[in-house]
């Protein structure tokens, strides 16, 4: 790739990167996939708790993700 192209691509990038965050955070697939991954965490290290108490907190550890563009 020739740094016209780099640079090109990264003012396309940083133009459109909060779009993208914004998009990403509306789709109700990433609240599945997050809600999945986190009782999977929660399941694989936290599994001392009741199965009510680790989808609690499940969660809760989900509620404290925040999609932002950097």
Sequence with gaps: MTDTTTR?????R??????????VYCDERITDLLQ?????????NISMIDEDNQLELALM??????ITAG
Excluded at 36 to 44: D, G, M, P, R, Y
């Design 8 to 12: 090109s691509l990264h003012l396309l």
């Design 14 to 23: 940083d133009g459109f990167k909060r779009d993208f965050a914004q998009y």
């Design 36 to 44: 999945e991954l986190s009782a999977e965490f929660v399941q694989s």
């Design 61 to 66: 550890l989900m509620e404290t993700i925040n």
